[in-house]
Antibody, heavy 118, light 106 residues
Framework: QVQLVESGGGVVQPGGSLRLSCSAS????????MHWVRQASGKGLEWVAF????????YYADSVKGRFTISRDNSKNTLYLQMDTMRAEDTAVYYC???????????WGQGTLVTVSS | EIVLTQSPATLSLSPGERATLSCRAS??????LAWYQQKPGQAPRLLIY???NRATGIPARFSGSGSGTDFTLTISSLEPEDFAVYYC?????????FGGGTEVEI
């Protein structure tokens, strides 16, 4: 069965950096686009970034463009999110998700909590 | 960006009743709309994609309809495990966007 396991969350100071990882199993990782979606506590869902199956195309939400970078290593079945110049409003649970029809979210990980605070 | 407006914000119903949730887009999204269910402390789960296609393993009591700007998620007869928050999401245009959610409560 499909499994997505995020890691790398934690507490970071404003202006700092963090890298999230998402380890995938149960499907051919290199055949599918992947996403990051976040959710602040008690709030709704916000799409963050997408990367195509081969890593050649990426899309970002305006709120993270220029600060976050999505990447993948198909040899390791792993998705990444490099988060730089972080802000308090980046505090959220971050989910990785496997794409269906490119841009719907078929399977989700359990999420990793990121807190930006001094 | 495309704004998705869900209504009502909260739906108070009893098990066995029919639930009708609405999602309206600020501009046409064709049929590129999905619905997700989220329970407290859990990740969202895909229910419906491309307006009316049930995802793998989703019971037949969940159905989706609509196109253009107006969409509906119907739960034909609520089971106790269906009380949750439901989100719609469009994939017609980047950036991808979600609605604000509808809570279905007992």
């Amino acid at each position: 069965q499909v499994q997505l396991v995020e890691s790398g969350g934690g507490v970071v100071q404003p202006g700092g950096s963090l890298r999230l990882s998402c380890s995938a199993s149960g499907f051919t990782f290199s055949d599918y686009g992947m996403h990051w979606v976040r959710q602040a506590s008690g709030k709704g869902l916000e799409w963050v970034a997408f990367i195509r199956y081969d890593g050649n195309n990426q899309y970002y939400a305006d709120s993270v463009k220029g600060r976050f970078t999505i990447s993948r290593d198909n040899s390791k079945n792993t998705l990444y999110l490099q988060m730089d110049t972080m802000r308090a409003e980046d505090t959220a649970v971050y989910y990785c998700a496997k794409a269906i029809m490119t841009a719907h979210f078929q399977y989700w990980g359990q999420g990793t909590l990121v807190t930006v605070s001094s | 960006e495309i704004v998705l407006t869900q209504s009502p914000a909260t739906l108070s119903l009893s098990p066995g009743e029919r639930a009708t949730l609405s999602c309206r887009a600020s501009q046409s999204v064709s049929s590129y709309l999905a619905w997700y269910q989220q329970k407290p402390g859990q990740a969202p789960r895909l229910l419906i994609y491309d307006a009316s296609n049930r995802a793998t393993g989703i019971p037949a009591r969940f159905s989706g309809s609509g196109s253009g700007t107006d969409f509906t998620l119907t739960i034909s007869s609520l089971e106790p495990e269906d009380f949750a928050v439901y989100y719609c999401q469009q994939r017609n245009t980047w950036p991808l966007t979600f609605g604000g959610g509808t809570e279905v409560e007992i």
